[in-house]
């Protein structure tokens, strides 16, 4: 699961990116004019209070909404243009989703949920069952893969998700508050995981309010008000 | 994702909610037990209606005086009029004038007072022709019938039917005793083949007296309508085949010796058992499509139910449904998940439905005493209706789960 870094090849390049919601007659500015890029290796925290338009940036990221302005290419790829189909695909190869809530199936082991995006993916059963088998050990569950998300710790929880986030080897592992809802030992675990997979490297890119978290990155992008306020 | 997959999914999610899996289920069942149930009722009633009028006499025409189409002048009742004499019956025997018509049996029929010494018994008795016995299907069980001699010298003789002969003679041998008549003493000669225990209408031919028709006319009908007048004749076509054939050569024969010009005008009626048979069979039908309807809405209800649970259950799995389609799930897989879970819920229910429905009609006759006929096409057509249900009523919930954004399904809580 190695991939060669190349700090000059860039993953993610967001140009002039906007996005406007209508809520009710009110139209909400969430994001203004975003540009950024995040080379593919990189490990990147994008913090901002609430509102800032952080989640907004995460899911356009994230191919689970597209911008209303601006271009966004994700591995040379211009998003933008492509129908929800190909978004379908570009979610299930290209990226691991992580998130606050876990977001895992209760009446599923934690094998079959790890198993799910190979599922949509069209690989056969065997395959499926080696690496997921595989995902989990590398997340340190190996022994609870046949446990429900019910018998295991919301650490171990976030631990399956990321597992579920890495069966499909993404170009980019992308986690909205991944500590939110666990305490710090568990945090710090959660962290630590992603601190191993970007040295072996992955590209992660955490959404986060909490400087903690942002710290492990390597590189912080402030977001306020809809703009990046640096880049450093 | 696979066929397989989605249906090791489907099945799994079925499993995961099963109380309400159980309850859409159960909601199907019921309209589709309810279907089969009332299709096999009516085809029931519907072939037991049929044997029974098959019981009283097959290719029957009977004409009876006055007309139920009069549109001129003053005319009786059905069957109250004195417009058909013997010479009519004779007339519609000739084969040439006829050749559709097998047999003739005249009728004169009253209801009279059979006296056996102590014992007496009021029955119908027909005054009718040996064609009789042939024109009714029926046998004899003992004796002899009429013949045409007993015709030809007005002979006071009488056969008389099982229940009738019960009543009189109890288990004592009936032939060649004397009973009287309205007065008139008569010998038994015969009696007749029961048709058999069960419903009012057969236990009715089974009590009946049958004598000569010349006795009849000389004893009883002149006193009754003062002239040689018919209450009816009774025809027997060739078979099922030419029974309009017949009718029509009645029609055309009457109105002929009648001096009628106009059909309008006939002073007549000809009815068919046939016309009986398929009025008693619309009836049922009438009575299929009723029940049957009720079914149908039962089965609408199921099927609503299916479409609402399968709504609360897209609402419920939001959460599910976004995660889905962020781990890479197309709008088309979701659609079908959603569509292969109310397949299943409508075929289970369907399956178990029929199930049930086959049961009933194997116990439900000997609780009911009706019979119960379900028609394969029913069962069949069961299963079909049910997973369209499922599938009908899953379109709509299906396609919200399908349209639903992945941002707004992860954002609710």
Known sequence: ??????????????????????????????????????????????????????????????????????????????????????LADIRNRRIGFIFQQFNLLAPMSALRNVELPLLYAGIDKKERRDRATAALARVGLGERSNHKPTEL????????????????????????????????????????????????????????????????????????DGKLQSAS | MTWRMTLTSAFEAVQWHRLRSLLTVVGILIGITAVMITVGIGEGAQATVASQIESLGSNLLTVTPGSSSSTAGVRGGLGSATTLTLQDAAALSNPKVAPAISEVAPIIAGSETLTFGTTTWTTTVD???????????????????INNQDVQSNAPVIVLGALTAQELFGAANPIGQTINVKSIPMTVIGVLTPIGSGSAAQSNQDDIGVIPISTAELYFAKAATGGNSLQSILIKAQNSQVL????????????????????????????????????ATSVS??????????????????????MNIMLVSVTERTREI??????????????????????ILGLTGGAIGVALGEIGQRVLPKVIGYSISIPAVATVGSLVIAIGIGLGFGVYPAARAAKLSPLDALRSE
């Open chain 1, 1 to 86: 699961m190695v991939v060669l870094v190349d700090s000059a090849t860039p993953l993610v390049e967001l140009k002039n990116v906007s996005k406007s919601y209508k809520l009710g007659s009110v139209t909400v500015e969430a994001l203004r004019g975003v540009t950024c890029t995040i080379n593919e290796g990189e490990y990147v925290a994008i913090i901002g209070p609430s509102g800032s338009g952080k989640s907004t940036l995460m899911h356009l990221i994230g191919c689970l909404d597209s911008p209303s302005g601006g271009e966004y290419n994700l591995a040379s790829e211009s998003v933008a243009e492509l129908d929800d189909f190909e």
């Open chain 2, 244 to 279: 309009s054939a017949a009718y029509q050569e009645i029609n055309h024969e009457l109105l002929m010796t009648h001096q009628i010009s106009s059909p309008v005008n006939a002073d007549f009626t000809v009815t068919a058992e046939q016309s009986i048979v398929s009025a």
């Open chain 2, 285 to 306: 039908t009438t009575l299929t499509y009723l029940l049957g309807s009720v079914a149908a809405i039962s089965l609408l209800v199921g099927g609503i139910g299916v």
């Open chain 1, 153 to 224: 710790s919301g650490g171990q929880q976030q631990r399956v998700a990321i597992a579920r986030a890495l069966v499909v080897n993404p170009s980019l592992l992308l986690a909205d508050e991944p500590t939110g809802n666990l305490d710090s030992v568990a945090a710090r675990e959660v962290l630590e995981i992603f601190d191993e997979l970007n040295k072996s490297g992955r590209t992660i890119v955490v959404i986060t309010h909490d400087d903690e978290v942002a710290r492990h990155a390597d590189r912080i992008i402030h977001i306020r």
């Open chain 2, 322 to 343: 976004g995660l889905r389609k962020a781990l890479g799930a197309t709008r088309i897989d979701i659609r079908r998940q959603f569509l292969v879970e109310a397949a």
């Open chain 2, 127 to 145: 005054g009718s022709s040996p064609a009789w016995l042939s024109v009714r299907s029926r046998s004899m069980e003992s004796g002899r019938f």
